[in-house]
């Protein structure tokens, strides 16, 4: 079994609470103060979770650099007051930095009992292929 710390438990406290207030700040038409706060405690919970070391690794790795500088500068525009193109750039960023790990989290996802009948459908697949990712792929 896996050992969690007491500093990652804050860590996916913060990042839970940082991807509420993303979702509230969306649902709230774009609330440049909820968006600016997920963003925040986001970051905080990942740098927890994972350790300050390792984070920045994952950001600042030279073929990541494009996802990063949207990453970042998607949450510095949504703090300058610019919400919705804040997000937008932001969108991307984020779909950059992690579509390498996607085809590994549908793949797990497909062994989900019930969201693995969904996945497995001929109509997810063909939208998972065109998207780039690979549901039938083994490694975890």
Do not use: W
Not at 2 to 20: M, N, P, R, W
Request: proline fraction near 3%; glycine fraction near 16%; charged fraction near 15%.
């Amino acid at each position: 079994m896996i050992e969690i710390t007491d500093l990652q438990k804050i860590g996916i406290g913060l990042a839970g609470f940082g991807v509420s207030f993303l979702f509230l700040g969306v649902l709230f038409l774009f609330d440049k103060g909820l968006l600016a706060i997920g963003n925040i405690l986001f970051l905080s919970g990942l740098g927890c979770v994972t350790g300050l070391e390792r984070t920045f690794r994952f950001f600042f790795q030279r073929h990541k650099f494009k996802g990063t500088s949207a990453f970042f500068g998607g949450i510095f525009v949504v703090l300058m007051g610019y919400p919705l193109i804040g997000m937008i750039i932001e969108s991307y960023g984020f779909f950059a930095l992690f579509s390498g790990f996607f085809p590994v989290a549908i793949g797990f996802l497909s062994r989900v009992p019930i969201l693995g009948s969904l996945i497995n459908r001929p109509f997810m697949q063909r939208l998972i292929q065109k998207l780039g990712g690979d549901a039938n792929r083994t490694t975890v």
